[in-house]
């Protein structure tokens, strides 16, 4: 397939461009790098730009024809939406219209899209199933929840069909650890644990310990980025075999508390992980934990990387050949 991956140099994007090429697909990254920021992948094409420039939208779709769309390209840091939720309207929401516009006009009809876990907010069901109540605490989830309202209308009246893939926590790194999870700034648990067990930042911050949760963090359901790959080829696949558009949650049923997180990190890493109190970060749901029964009955999703520890070792490893010295020199003897 011909596919326009935006969002492509961002952390599950980049890791998707590489897993589309390795299957044989060809490859545009559209991205505008505002986040992300990696090397370009062998065999990808990659342009500079925003997907809310309409001009620029129809001179890449005018070019040859797309198959399909795989749409990652987003803000996604739940704090900062909280803070100023007029720039993840602005491009979340605005941002997606222009380039469903411009699919629409030039006859793309397919499309897989990045929700997140965040659309379900404090929805009281736990493990939470696709239909479970949707009622977002932050600005993030909203605006990820808007993006699936106006899918769901463009596959019904423009006949624009979508997989929308509601991830849980994503971790980890490709086996090769050449992409590692490296936001700027970094906001995630995990990255942030290993910088603070490698001594590359000062203690981390426990964003609240007075949660309804059985050690009082947050619960969250941990799932491999290379697990969330293959969760979209097998939704292009869905797409491809003119089957309708769907949503579906990618998680593993099976919730860590930021505790629990930490004590992997540490077990990994043989590092001590410096804490500090934090009190809690607005925004934040108790627990995000995943049904993702109708993804495995549906897709036929099978996650292979389904441990904790193992998402964290191969974090930590991704890291050690990009951004912690510290992390090298422990684990060059290996
Ligand atoms: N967290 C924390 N300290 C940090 C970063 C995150 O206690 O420095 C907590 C956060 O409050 C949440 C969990 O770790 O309960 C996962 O947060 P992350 O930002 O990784 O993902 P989110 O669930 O917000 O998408």
């Known amino acids: 397939m011909r596919l326009l991956v935006t969002g492509g140099a961002g952390y599950v994007g980049s890791h998707m461009v590489k897993a589309l090429l390795r299957a044989g697909h060809s490859v545009l990254t559209l991205d505008d790098f505002s986040t992300g920021r990696r090397p370009e992948l062998p065999g990808e094409i990659l342009v500079r730009g925003s997907i809310a420039d309409a001009p620029l939208l129809d001179a890449i779709f005018g070019e040859a024809p797309f198959d399909a769309v795989l749409h990652f390209a987003a803000r996604s840091i739940v704090s900062e939406s909280t803070r100023d939720p007029a720039a993840y309207w602005a491009s979340n929401v605005g941002g997606t219209l222009v380039l469903l516009e411009a699919m629409r006009r030039r006859g793309v009809l397919r499309l897989v899209f990045s929700s997140s876990a965040a ?21 993030y989830g909203k605006t990820k929840l808007a993006v699936e309202h106006a899918l769901e209308d463009w596959e019904t009246a423009y006949g624009v069909r979508s997989v929308r893939l509601r991830y849980f926590n994503a971790a980890g790194a490709d086996e090769e650890g050449e992409l590692c999870e490296r936001h700027q700034p970094e906001t995630h648990l995990i990255p942030l ?27 969250r359901d941990y799932v491999h980025v290379s697990d969330l790959c293959d969760a979209h080829l097998l939704a292009l696949a869905r797409l491809q075999s003119g089957q309708s558009g769907a949503a579906y949650n990618l998680g593993n049923s099976r919730g860590y508390s930021v505790r629990e997180v930490l004590h992997g990190v540490e077990s990994v890493t043989g590092m001590r992980v410096p804490v500090r109190k934090g009190g809690r970060r607005p925004g934040d749901p108790a627990v995000l934990v995943a049904d993702s029964a109708r993804a495995r009955r549906q897709l036929g999703w099978r996650p292979r990387h389904e441990a904790l520890g193992a998402m964290i070792e191969s974090a930590w490893r991704a890291m050690a050949g990009h951004v912690t010295p510290r992390a090298s020199a422990v684990l060059s003897p290996h």
């Open 119 to 139: 659309v379900y907010g404090d929805c009281g069901a736990r493990p939470i199933p696709e239909d479970a109540l949707r009622r977002p605490v932050n600005a």
């Open 193 to 219: 644990a290993l910088q603070a067990a490698a001594g590359e930042r000062g203690p981390l911050p426990l964003y609240g310990e007075d949660y309804p949760t059985q050690d009082g963090t947050c619960v």
